[in-house]
């Protein structure tokens, strides 16, 4: 399992995989309205609202697989996994520009009055506005440099960021839908869980300091093993 | 003089053929993992079989209604595939996806409450009742969507001057099919089920509202309310009720199914009214269905001079 983790090869595959998303987007885009086409593979009638709600569900989808990290790493007890966040992370950001873009460039068509009233009168686009924006010193801040520059702490403070976006993004999502509000719902218990395992991880972490007498936090793993 | 070049590669630089061949079965897994998407989507399609629900058939006798607009008739295959009846699944491409299988035979539209004659009419009855019209209408969204349809029907007030409301009716109580068994995902939709709408007396009244049992030269698609549905164009299409049922006269102002989930979103008027935003979206312009750039949304969705006096000192933003 470590081998695999480690293999250079498998970061190149996860990079390739990641990209799936977008290379569905192409290629529907390529096959939009050709004839006999089965029409579950095109972009159907509204080719915009269906790219604006794919890049969308992907942002959070990454958001919620880069958030799962630190968790897995873990409960599966396979702290290799670290080599993929940032990555991860930065695909959610991708898509999260991708999503941003549809909507200033295709739906709006940069009516860049109309959008700024938009992000202030519609909370969902406030929200939604938010998250991204949060969004945007975290991938600044991704480099081995920056992370130097920052420090650890500072740069840890800071990339706790994240969990606003994701939060902001499922209620994005939660606003936005009509009536069916399954699948934001879903969003919602996910990322509770991620983060409900960090709060978990925290007080625990805090009773052994206390116990420990203070001092230095316990690396969780060595606890673990312990 | 011979400048001798250390040679840039050598032999331990060399792919290994493992890693040489796992490129190739990536590549050659990839492409397959590709045709087995598409194989099973085909595949999917084949298993399902043919469709056990009605399907449409060729209306004749059709005339044309000179009010018809000349924009441009959105497709049939976006008008069929791209549309909300929640009762079959809330992603627009769901209706055409799972009322396949719908059957709309036989049918009949119960008359009740305030009138004289409290009866059933059969379909064919509902067919028969007046001669029927092909009218081009604007059709909006309240999502911010639209199209341009050639339905076919006749003007409502022809069954309502049939029923012979009383003095005492003032609106009409309208209600879709709903059965659990044909419509299994209507139970989650997040809307209370049968759907109900309702109109004004006069609303009803009005030339344009239409009983519409056709489009594009056929019987209404499933997906698209069959058999017999409402169009009110100048209202945002959930007024226009689909597959109908049961039409009550009333004295009071009755309950219609997107004002009970959100009465804050959606009013019992609801007519298309771009300087009436919804809380959270602008309702200033449209995108019609095979345009790329959004539209201005026009006052009563372009019917104005048909419709806007029903409305004379109303305030609109209050009765949106």
Redesign the interface.
């Given at each position: 399992m470590n081998s695999i983790l480690t293999s250079k090869?498998t970061k190149v595959?996860v990079f390739l995989a990641c990209l799936i998303p977008l290379g569905q987007l192409l290629w529907r885009a390529f096959h939009n309205g050709l004839a006999g086409f089965?029409?579950?593979?095109d972009f159907?009638?509204?080719p915009?609202?269906f790219i604006t709600h794919a890049t969308g569900d992907w942002t959070l989808r990454f958001l919620v697989i880069t958030l799962a990290i630190t968790p897995l790493r873990k409960i599966l007890r396979q702290p290799q996994l670290i080599r993929f966040r940032r990555m991860l992370g930065l695909f959610a950001f991708f898509y999260g520009c991708l999503h941003f873009g549809t909507w200033i460039g295709l739906?709006?068509?940069f009516a860049w009055s109309?959008m700024w009233k938009?992000v202030q009168k519609?909370?969902?686009i406030t929200v939604g506005f938010t998250a991204f924006v949060l969004m945007i010193p975290l991938a600044v801040t991704s480099t081995a440099g920056m992370i130097r520059r920052l420090g650890g702490k500072r740069w840890h403070m800071l990339h706790r960021a994240i969990y606003v976006s994701a939060i902001l993004g499922v209620i994005h999502y939660y606003?936005?839908v009509?009536?069916?509000?399954?699948k934001p719902l879903l969003y919602a218990v996910i990322v509770g869980i991620l983060l409900a395992h960090r709060l978990g991880m925290w007080i625990y972490g805090r009773g052994h300091r206390a116990a420990a007498g203070g001092g230095v936090r316990p690396e969780p793993s060595t606890a673990e093993t312990a | 003089m011979v400048v001798k070049k250390a040679p840039d590669l050598t032999y331990k630089d060399v792919t290994p053929k493992t890693?040489y061949m796992?490129r190739r079965n990536?590549l050659f897994g990839l492409a397959a993992a590709y045709g087995a998407v598409?194989g099973y989507?085909?595949l999917t399609?084949l298993l399902e079989g043919p469709a056990t629900g009605s399907t449409p058939v060729k209306l004749t006798g059709v005339t044309k209604w000179p009010g018809s607009t000349t924009e441009k008739e959105t497709s049939l295959?976006?008008v069929t595939?791209?549309n909300n009846f929640?009762e079959f699944g809330?992603s627009?491409?769901d209706p055409a996806a799972n009322a396949r299988n719908f059957v709309t035979a036989p049918w009949s539209i119960s008359i009740e409450g305030e009138v004289k004659n409290k009866r059933k009419f059969s379909m064919d009855e509902i067919m028969k009742l007046a001669p029927l019209e092909e009218r081009i209408y604007r059709h909006r969204c309240v999502?911010g969507?639209s199209i341009v349809v050639p339905w076919i029907g006749y003007p409502f007030s022809a069954l309502v001057k049939l029923a012979e409301p009383t003095s005492k009716a003032k609106f009409v109580a309208l209600e879709s099919y709903y059965d659990p068994k044909q419509m299994p995902l209507g139970g989650?939709?997040?809307?209370e089920l049968p759907y109900v709408e309702g109109l004004r007396l006069d609303e009803a009244m009005n030339s344009l509202t239409l009983l519409t049992v056709g489009m594009y030269d056929e019987t209404l698609p499933n997906q698209d309310g069959a058999p017999v549905r409402l169009v009110i164009p100048w209202k945002y299409g959930f007024k226009s009720i689909k597959s109908l049922v049961r039409i009550r006269f009333v004295q009071e102002q009755p309950p219609t199914t997107w004002n009970i989930?959100?009465a804050h979103e959606y009013g019992f008027y609801s007519n298309v009214n771009p300087s009436v935003d919804h809380p959270?979206?602008?309702q200033a312009t449209e995108?019609r269905?095979?345009e790329?750039?959004?539209r201005p949304t026009l006052m009563f969705n372009g019917y104005a001079d048909q419709v806007a006096s029903m409305y004379a000192g109303m305030d609109l933003k209050k009765y949106y």
């Amino acid at each position: 399992m470590n081998s695999i983790l480690t293999s250079k090869w498998t970061k190149v595959v996860v990079f390739l995989a990641c990209l799936i998303p977008l290379g569905q987007l192409l290629w529907r885009a390529f096959h939009n309205g050709l004839a006999g086409f089965p029409d579950n593979m095109d972009f159907g009638a509204n080719p915009i609202e269906f790219i604006t709600h794919a890049t969308g569900d992907w942002t959070l989808r990454f958001l919620v697989i880069t958030l799962a990290i630190t968790p897995l790493r873990k409960i599966l007890r396979q702290p290799q996994l670290i080599r993929f966040r940032r990555m991860l992370g930065l695909f959610a950001f991708f898509y999260g520009c991708l999503h941003f873009g549809t909507w200033i460039g295709l739906d709006k068509f940069f009516a860049w009055s109309e959008m700024w009233k938009d992000v202030q009168k519609r909370r969902f686009i406030t929200v939604g506005f938010t998250a991204f924006v949060l969004m945007i010193p975290l991938a600044v801040t991704s480099t081995a440099g920056m992370i130097r520059r920052l420090g650890g702490k500072r740069w840890h403070m800071l990339h706790r960021a994240i969990y606003v976006s994701a939060i902001l993004g499922v209620i994005h999502y939660y606003w936005l839908v009509k009536s069916d509000v399954r699948k934001p719902l879903l969003y919602a218990v996910i990322v509770g869980i991620l983060l409900a395992h960090r709060l978990g991880m925290w007080i625990y972490g805090r009773g052994h300091r206390a116990a420990a007498g203070g001092g230095v936090r316990p690396e969780p793993s060595t606890a673990e093993t312990a | 003089m011979v400048v001798k070049k250390a040679p840039d590669l050598t032999y331990k630089d060399v792919t290994p053929k493992t890693l040489y061949m796992g490129r190739r079965n990536f590549l050659f897994g990839l492409a397959a993992a590709y045709g087995a998407v598409v194989g099973y989507k085909k595949l999917t399609r084949l298993l399902e079989g043919p469709a056990t629900g009605s399907t449409p058939v060729k209306l004749t006798g059709v005339t044309k209604w000179p009010g018809s607009t000349t924009e441009k008739e959105t497709s049939l295959e976006d008008v069929t595939h791209y549309n909300n009846f929640y009762e079959f699944g809330t992603s627009k491409t769901d209706p055409a996806a799972n009322a396949r299988n719908f059957v709309t035979a036989p049918w009949s539209i119960s008359i009740e409450g305030e009138v004289k004659n409290k009866r059933k009419f059969s379909m064919d009855e509902i067919m028969k009742l007046a001669p029927l019209e092909e009218r081009i209408y604007r059709h909006r969204c309240v999502e911010g969507w639209s199209i341009v349809v050639p339905w076919i029907g006749y003007p409502f007030s022809a069954l309502v001057k049939l029923a012979e409301p009383t003095s005492k009716a003032k609106f009409v109580a309208l209600e879709s099919y709903y059965d659990p068994k044909q419509m299994p995902l209507g139970g989650s939709a997040g809307i209370e089920l049968p759907y109900v709408e309702g109109l004004r007396l006069d609303e009803a009244m009005n030339s344009l509202t239409l009983l519409t049992v056709g489009m594009y030269d056929e019987t209404l698609p499933n997906q698209d309310g069959a058999p017999v549905r409402l169009v009110i164009p100048w209202k945002y299409g959930f007024k226009s009720i689909k597959s109908l049922v049961r039409i009550r006269f009333v004295q009071e102002q009755p309950p219609t199914t997107w004002n009970i989930a959100n009465a804050h979103e959606y009013g019992f008027y609801s007519n298309v009214n771009p300087s009436v935003d919804h809380p959270r979206w602008s309702q200033a312009t449209e995108r019609r269905l095979g345009e790329f750039r959004r539209r201005p949304t026009l006052m009563f969705n372009g019917y104005a001079d048909q419709v806007a006096s029903m409305y004379a000192g109303m305030d609109l933003k209050k009765y949106y």
